[in-house]
């Protein structure tokens, strides 16, 4: 019953931007768009959330579709740091239980 | 500044053992998580703490789970008689809660738990 698909895995060319897809056909209204990265050996890190408009933070930009049933994450360009297991996940602001799927496996190469 | 630091990093123990996991929050931060992080598994919740009370301990899947906070600070999470379903990282978070501001979970580097 998972809320969210995402591609298993991506490569990105270092210095090129990085663009995530992910499906949130069955998102309701008060739902969130969040994404999160987690680095190898390192806790989890937000990236970025939104709930229709466009987002832009100093580490990525968000993409909502119109209707709400998909997203794109864009790292604009993209480092070896960057490397890391992306998450996009669904939920209402105040939904303090995080829970991730599988997320997007991100190798940057150079 | 400092985020949310974990200690120990790495810890193993022998089945039937207990435990004690430490976690220091970014000062400040009135709300406070624990979460487990199995191989294969996704993240899962278990406990969270505003200031020094526990409203929901849900997640924790046993009775050898506990879990204390003290002075709205540094947290310990207590695993009793250690079993080797209990091998995981888990991942303590912290958060500014205060009235209706909200601000994100920041996450530690996580203990990484193995029992033999």
């Known amino acids: 019953d998972a809320k969210t698909t995402q591609p298993p895995s991506m490569d990105c060319a270092e210095g090129r931007a990085a663009n995530l897809p992910c499906n949130h056909s069955?998102?309701?209204?008060?739902?969130?768009v969040y994404w999160y990265r987690q680095i190898h050996s390192q806790g989890p890190q937000y990236i970025i959330h939104?709930?229709?408009n466009n987002e832009t933070n100093e580490m990525a930009s968000l993409i909502i579709t119109e209707d709400r049933k998909s997203s794109t994450l864009i790292l604009p360009h993209a480092t070896l740091r960057d490397t890391a297991v992306y998450y996009c996940?669904?939920?209402?602001?105040?939904?303090?239980?995080?829970?991730f799927g599988a997320g997007t496996t991100v190798t940057v190469r150079a | 500044g400092a985020g949310v630091s974990q200690s120990p990093s790495n810890k193993v123990t022998e089945k039937g053992k207990d435990v004690e996991l430490r976690c220091d929050p970014i000062?400040?931060?009135?709300?406070l998580y624990w979460y487990r992080q199995s191989l294969g598994q996704g993240l899962e919740f278990l406990i969270y703490?505003?200031?020094?009370?526990?409203?929901?301990k849900s997640g924790l899947p046993s009775d050898r789970f506990s879990a204390e906070r003290t002075g709205g600070s540094v947290s310990t999470l207590t695993i009793q008689r250690t079993q080797q379903e209990d091998s995981a990282v888990y991942l303590c978070?912290?958060?500014?809660?205060?009235?209706?501001?909200?601000?994100?979970?920041?996450f530690g580097p996580g203990t990484r738990l193995t029992v033999t």
């Open positions: 996940i669904v939920r209402v602001e105040d939904d303090y239980k995080l829970s």
């Open positions: 978070a912290s958060r500014l809660q205060l009235g209706f501001e909200r601000g994100e979970q920041y």
């Open positions: 939104g709930l229709k």
């Open positions: 000062s400040g931060h009135t709300a």
């Open positions: 703490f505003q200031g020094n009370s526990a409203p929901d």
């Open positions: 069955t998102i309701s209204g008060n739902e969130y």
